[in-house]
DNA sequence: CAATAATTGTTAATAAGATAACAACAAAAG
DNA sequence: CTTTTGTTGTTATCTTATTAACAATTATTG
């Protein structure tokens, strides 16, 4: 089965949403009411939700249990899987106070830096680990996930550490563009791209 | 003139790259040359360059200067805006770090908070403020973008603070999904969905 | 000086994404 | 029991974005 982009993006948001929903009691909801969560049209919740495959009842709407349920088979593996944050900066740091505890999937193990005050320490709980333990532990702690939040002139030399590892996907927030192998899936994250876009769109009145 | 997004976005990035090479003394580039920078394809450069009117010379490629400024013309104003942070965490600082002194025309003039310790002091030579200030800097500094970093659940009220005190854009981090007035641009910039997009990425295989 | 190679600018084709339209049908109302 | 209303699932349409194709033209080579 094939999902295009846009809608995994959103398959995650309606989950993330989903379980504050779900938490608060309610069982079903209508399309235009998940809608009405993010902002969009109910025909794109409709349309996002028939391609996994899934079915509400008509006049009752989508069982919000089976469909978190189901999001979550579509996005995680069973077993979860591994992540490590590249850099224990302010970034690194504002990623692992978010992330803590709240995706069981998708668990953060590990750290990586190279400044040796904050080696050896956990943050969040993590441990910080120097660079050097890297392809020790991408193995030891089976990690598959990378998110690099070093500056924009160590993202290269970072990135090609953990492709050397064996890593198997990168989310990259340093503003440096990435040119992986084809077998790495890669995520740019600009943050200095979105600020400009905003000002551009600002400019006009 | 209207320009699509993912131009926008791109010519943000080229004029990045570009400065970079520039500074190393280079004048004229080949589009195949940006392309390379950012790992795209030689035709989408030279299609966002024609969208923007420029003219390169065949043979020579485009000059970089002329570009970059250029781009600036699009992009920013003439007297540059003034951008606020609203929550100094880990999140809003890393940004602080990450700006200060980069974007001429876009400038970080104050970040807003709530908690006494930090208010009143620089980060990397902003003022910390508290929000009470909010309505009222925002008209003396003549803000026009706010940053939203604060956590999930305060994402909602300051985003209706700053849009009751009149701002013009706002780049939300929060991963609360805001609904704003027609008038108001919003980008929204979701670390979670990134991440779990990587994951589902990395499932197959 | 003629032929070849390289590079831009632009139009045409394709792909991806969003929106609209609507048939099917269940529940509610009369 | 019949009609109306509300909601899903899906196909068709429209819009945006990317990629391909190629004419025009300048520099380089022989």
New binding site residues.
């Given amino acids: 089965m094939h999902l ?4 995994i993006e ?1 398959l995650s948001q309606y989950r993330r949403n989903l379980l504050i929903i779900l938490a608060k009691g309610k069982e079903f ?5 998940i809608a009405q969560l993010l902002h ?8 996002d ?2 391609l996994i ?10 069982d919000i249990k089976e469909l978190i349920d189901l999001i979550g088979i579509i996005i995680d593996t069973d077993e979860g899987q591994n992540v490590c944050i590249m850099g224990l900066g302010n970034f690194g740091k504002a990623i692992l106070n978010y992330f803590a505890g709240k995706r069981p999937k998708l668990k953060i193990v590990a750290a990586f830096d190279i400044n040796p005050e904050k080696i050896g320490h956990l943050y969040a709980g993590v441990p910080v680990l120097h660079v050097d333990e890297l392809s020790a532990k991408i193995i030891s702690l089976n990690i598959s996930i990378g998110i690099i939040t070093v500056p924009f002139d160590k993202a290269l030399e970072t990135a090609n550490l953990l492709v050397d590892c064996g890593i198997k996907g990168i989310v990259n927030f340093s503003s440096k563009p990435l040119n992986l192998p084809e077998h790495v899936y890669l995520e740019e994250f600009d943050m200095i791209t979105s600020i400009e876009k905003v000002a551009y769109h600002t400019k006009r009145n």
Avoid: W
């Fill in positions: 295009p982009d846009k809608t959103r909801i209508f399309s235009h009411e969009i049209t109910p025909v794109q919740v409709r349309r939700i028939m495959g899934y079915n509400g009842t008509l006049r009752r709407g989508y």
